[in-house]
C-alpha cells in the first residue's frame, strides 16, 4: 500500500515539519519554508 501515502512532502508551516519530526517521517519532507525554526534540528537538516 506503499502508493496511497506521499512519499514527498512540501512543508508550508512550522507546525506540519514539527508533527512529522515527532512521527518520525521526516525522510519524507524534501521541502520547508523558510520561517520554520521547530524543531531547531530541522532547518539543519532541510536548507
Not at 6 to 24: A, D, H, K, M, Q
Amino acid at each position: 500500500m506503499k502508493g496511497n501515502y506521499p512519499e514527498r512532502i512540501v512543508c508550508l508551516t512550522e507546525e506540519t515539519t514539527e508533527t512529522l519530526y515527532l512521527l518520525g517521517e521526516e525522510d519524507r519532507i524534501v521541502g520547508i519554508s523558510g520561517f520554520t525554526v521547530r524543531p531547531p534540528r530541522a532547518r539543519k537538516e532541510k536548507p
